[in-house]
Nanobody, 118 residues
Framework: VQLVESGGGLVQAGGSLRLSCAAS????????MGWYRQAPGEQRELIGE???????HYADSVKGRITISRDNAKNTMYLQMNSLKPEDTAVYYC?????????????WGRGTQVTVSS
């Protein structure tokens, strides 16, 4: 399974961005996919995830400002972020739980930088 994030960039506070996470490989066995972010000097944090066809769950820190969706036909997960704040500046990663003969394995993308200017 390969995951590639895209859509990051520089945006002014109050603006919006939509990130994409494209999956390739043996994706039929992917269940939960999630978005994480890591700011400089901080631990990587989960901001939201979506399992199969269920409704996504969001972290309290971003709830109301983000929407996670998944297009299984395009093998892509999206992160729509609105009302961006400087504290949203981070590298954003996606991950996926993939069922393998040995059990569930988590795959990560390489991340995409989001910078929010004040």
């Amino acid at each position: 399974v390969q995951l590639v994030e895209s859509g990051g960039g520089l945006v002014q506070a109050g603006g919006s961005l939509r990130l994409s996470c494209a999956a390739s490989g043996s994706i039929n066995l992917i269940d939960t996919m999630g978005w994480y972010r890591q700011a400089p000097g901080e631990q990587r944090e989960l901001i939201g995830e979506i399992a199969g066809d269920t409704s996504p769950h969001y972290a309290d820190s971003v709830k109301g400002r983000i929407t996670i969706s998944r297009d299984n036909a395009k093998n892509t997960m999206y992160l729509q972020m609105n009302s961006l704040k400087p504290e949203d500046t981070a590298v954003y990663y996606c991950n996926a739980d993939h069922l393998e003969p040995s059990g569930w394995k988590i795959y990560w993308g390489r991340g995409t930088q989001v910078t929010v200017s004040s």
